[in-house]
């Protein structure tokens, strides 16, 4: 039994773990459905580096979306084990799942989820309300920084609306970094964008990767090689292919 104290512990930047940041071992992943069990991660073993860029691709149907979410405590694997920084994702309560997350992870979605009747600046402050690390007389200072560092403090107290879609996809960034967590995580961020703002996008990934931040990205770009330093190929739920390249340098 895993005890509440020794997980609900400060996560924020990068945490004193000497091991792997993320260690999947033998994880399957296996739906209920109509027609019978479908299973979408079979016999996963996958280790991240702190600070790597990895970029995970296949064809729909793959595992990507499936993987990200075992990643990120959203879905459970069926079997195996998920470690993170040596933490058992995969033993922990709802209510820990929801501490842990908050701190370790920062999800980044296709269709950038930003809450529509509040402004840009306040749906990056919700994560810190929630997760209570930031306080709370530093919060909107906080998310005027990080909308400096995306590219877009102009649009502050505008509503998401009223912002292009590769402004909203960097509102959701910042939010994703709302808490400092070490790992961000994004599925298919640029798919709901053209592919020069698309580029931009990864781009800033790259950047944020630069800084230490360990990054994974399910992309379907077939130009996230120039960007992602490792490229992990899933075929029918299984790791088809594990490749490390050197990023190009001029594309950051």
């Known amino acids: 039994m895993i005890k509440e104290e020794n997980l609900i512990r400060e996560f924020g930047g990068q945490p004193a773990y000497e091991g792997p940041l993320v260690d999947l071992h033998q994880v399957v992943k296996t739906y209920e459905s109509l027609s019978g069990p479908f299973t979408a991660l079979q016999d996963i073993n996958l280790s991240v580096q702190a600070g790597e860029f990895v970029a995970v691709v296949g064809k729909s149907g793959s595992g990507k979306t499936t993987l990200l979410n075992v990643l990120a405590g959203i879905d459970r694997p069926t079997s195996g084990k998920i470690l993170v920084a040596g933490t058992p994702v995969h033993s ?115 950047k944020l990767n630069a800084d230490g931040r360990t990054v994974i990205v399910v992309s379907h770009e077939r130009d996230i090689s120039r960007y992602a330093s490792r490229q992990v190929t899933l075929v029918d739920g299984r790791i088809a292919d594990d490749t490390r390249a050197e990023a190009d340098p001029q594309k950051r």
């Open 92 to 206: 922990l309560s709802e209510s820990q799942l929801a501490e842990w997350r908050g701190r370790m992870i920062g999800l980044v979605f296709q269709f950038f989820q930003l809450l529509p009747t509040l402004t840009v600046a306040e749906n990056i402050m919700l994560p810190m309300d929630f997760a209570k690390i930031i306080p709370a007389a530093g919060r909107r200072s906080r998310a005027l920084e990080l909308l400096d560092r995306v590219g877009i403090r102009e649009q502050a107290d505008k509503l998401p609306a009223s912002l292009s879609g590769g402004e909203q996809q960097r509102a959701a960034i910042a939010r994703a970094l709302a808490n400092d967590p070490p790992i961000l995580l994004a599925d298919e961020p640029t798919g709901n964008l053209d592919e020069h703002t698309g580029m931009s996008v990864l781009e800033l990934f790259a």
